[in-house]
């Protein structure tokens, strides 16, 4: 395995870029906490799993207060992809077909995984494929790019559709359908002889 690849909208994030109420924004624990109907019956806000961000004391929500949170499988995957990277030849990239890029780039900006590092730390810069190309295009790309042989990439995406045009370049992809699990991740480092 030499180029780690991830799908965004419901591979590394929940919910995707179309469902939210406009451009994503930074709100303050205390206010995300607070933001309740008065007469709720419901039990109080918790901050979320997958939250944290840059800013302490801030979470990642569109505007009606609806945070985004990353999956922790993606969350940890991503932060031992960092740690391997320090002895593995070993680069990550995204290929997405989000309708949003640029709420995607500011989630990014903001958003940090497990080890503390910024979301778009992850990720070489020039291996950022957003279109709406096909994903077969994207591998193309990143082909072109990083000289990768695709038998040498991985993929997790949670749309099958995705999966099976990409696997026919003889990339090794991983469907996820709920989001990025550790255990789809495990299943890549066994495939790759990582584990």
Not at 146 to 157: L, R, S, Y
Not at 158 to 175: A, P
Request: with cysteine; charged share 25%.
């Amino acid at each position: 395995m030499q180029l780690v690849v991830f799908d965004l909208d419901y591979t590394i994030w929940s919910p995707e870029m179309y469902q939210i109420d406009g451009p994503p924004k930074l709100m303050p624990i205390d206010d995300f906490l607070g933001k309740q109907p008065r007469k709720s019956r419901s039990p109080p806000r918790q901050i979320p799993p997958g939250s944290n961000t840059i800013y302490k004391n801030n979470i990642v929500t569109d505007r009606r207060g609806t945070p985004i949170t990353l999956f922790d499988g993606a969350s940890h995957a991503l932060s031992e992809i960092n740690k391997l990277k320090k002895s593995h030849p070993l680069r990550a990239a995204i290929s997405s077909r989000t309708d949003e890029p640029s709420w995607a780039h500011q989630c990014m900006k903001w958003m940090v995984v497990s080890d503390g590092t910024p979301l778009s730390k992850c990720f070489d810069r020039n291996l950022i494929e957003i279109s709406y190309a096909d994903k077969a295009r994207h591998f193309e790309s990143l082909n072109r790019k990083t000289g990768i042989a695709f038998e040498d990439m991985c993929f997790f995406d949670n749309e099958y559709w995705n999966v099976q045009s990409v696997s026919q370049l003889g990339v090794k992809c991983f469907h996820t359908p709920d989001g990025m699990t550790r255990d789809a991740w495990e299943e890549a480092l066994r495939e790759f002889d990582m584990d």
